[in-house]
């Protein structure tokens, strides 16, 4: 089965745009291996918009890789980032154009899904523009799921409507693995919450198999590459991975990857956020409270009897988050508590119960995991 836990890797979009080819592919596969990101489990590198000829062949109808990008055609890229232990990903849109206008995959679905299987893709990102007013949204997503069904290989399909049409409730059904259920985001903490905090209610059309994309993470952007924006501070970044680590989010990466700073690298290899993130149960985050405060309590249910605890301040002034144990299902008669270890430092603070106060500053986060304890 693919996609058990959220899908990780690296996506080209947010750093390079139309400015990919065949070497920016191979020094970010390098890296990836290098730094240590595919032993952390990041193993999709993806190619997004941009990668072919502005038209199809006319001979055979497929879409052919740009040849000063991809001068040796896009095998050769597929089986060097295969050789490197990573898995290869590909672009291509549900409708006649993609949205930087080169061709999309209406009505020639299963012919490209040939394609890319030619490629040796693993994983298929399927975007929304160019849709034709006729044709109906959730089809297109099925007749790609088909196609991909049809085409020979296993391929990850990852959907892109931007949370068109009611996404969550249908796209499953399509033999989507993953789905954004929002629109781009950009590099800026306005975006990274508003995007995050618009899913609440949504969290838990997440679980094993097809999971809630919110999109490829800035972390390590700083406001440079091709999304924009103000750029964030590591706090801000340090916010944006809690907050998608404890979502259930695939784990995109879209900062490049060549020059990621240790702290950042550290922030992305953490080892107890991944491990809320890849938790096999795939359990949604809910939330504990805040529904109407910038100080908000997060909660998880992890395997092994375990609750991660969030508490982030999407607000501009310091704060402190709350939330009452019952609220979890903690009662106070039971005695019981969480003992609780900061997923940041591996520290623990001991048992809590019944009621829970921690100051967060502006924009931060805390993170815990906890384990039923007297
Ligand atoms: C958008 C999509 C982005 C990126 C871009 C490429 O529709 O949401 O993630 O793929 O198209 O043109």
């Given at each position: 089965m693919l996609s058990k836990t959220p899908p990780m890797g690296f996506n080209t979009w947010n750093t390079f745009g139309r400015n990919i080819n065949e070497q920016v592919i191979k020094e970010t596969a390098d890296a990836m291996v290098e730094k240590g990101l595919l032993d952390a489990g990041y193993e999709y590198l993806v190619i997004d918009d941009c990668w072919s000829e502005r038209e199809r062949d006319p001979e055979t109808g497929k879409i052919v890789p740009d040849k000063i990008k991809f001068p040796n055609g896009m095998k050769a890229v597929s089986d060097y980032v295969h050789s490197k232990g990573l898995k290869f990903g590909m672009y291509s849109c549900a409708g006649t154009r993609?949205?930087?206008?080169?061709?999309?995959?209406?009505?020639?679905?299963?012919?490209?899904?040939?394609?890319?299987?030619?490629?040796?893709?693993?994983?298929?990102k399927y975007d929304f523009c160019f849709k034709p007013v006729s044709a109906d949204g959730p089809n297109l997503y099925r007749r790609m799921g088909m196609a991909l069904k049809a085409c020979g290989r296993e391929i990850l399909f990852s959907a892109c409507n931007w949370g068109n049409d009611d996404v969550s409730k249908w796209i499953r059904s399509a033999g989507a693995h993953m789905y954004r259920s929002t629109g781009d985001i950009n590099d800026s903490f306005a975006s990274m919450r508003d995007i995050s905090m618009s899913q609440i209610d949504n969290l838990a059309y997440s679980a094993p198999g097809c999971f809630n994309d919110i999109d490829m993470l800035?972390?390590?952007?700083?406001g440079k590459g091709n999304v924009g924006s103000t750029g964030c501070n590591d706090t801000e970044y340090k916010t944006q991975f809690a907050i998608w680590c404890m979502f259930s989010a695939p784990l995109m990466l879209g900062g490049d990857i060549r020059t990621l700073s240790d702290d950042m690298l550290a922030l992305v290899k953490n080892k107890n956020l991944i491990r809320i993130n890849q938790d096999e149960e795939g359990r949604p985050a809910f939330l504990a409270n805040g529904a109407n405060s910038k100080c908000k309590a997060f909660a998880k249910l992890l395997s092994n009897n375990e609750v991660a605890i969030m508490f982030v301040n999407i607000g501009e002034d310091d704060d402190s988050c709350n939330f009452y144990f019952e609220d979890i299902g903690i009662t106070a008669s039971s005695g019981f508590g969480l003992e609780l270890t900061d997923a940041f430092t591996n520290e623990s603070i001991g048992v809590k119960k019944e009621f829970m106060r921690f100051p967060v500053k502006a924009h931060d986060c805390a993170v815990f995991i906890g384990k039923l304890a007297k």
């Open positions: 993609t949205c930087d206008n080169y061709p999309g995959s209406y009505d020639h679905e299963f012919l490209d899904a040939q394609t890319f299987a030619e490629y040796g893709a693993d994983f298929l800035t972390i390590g952007m700083y």
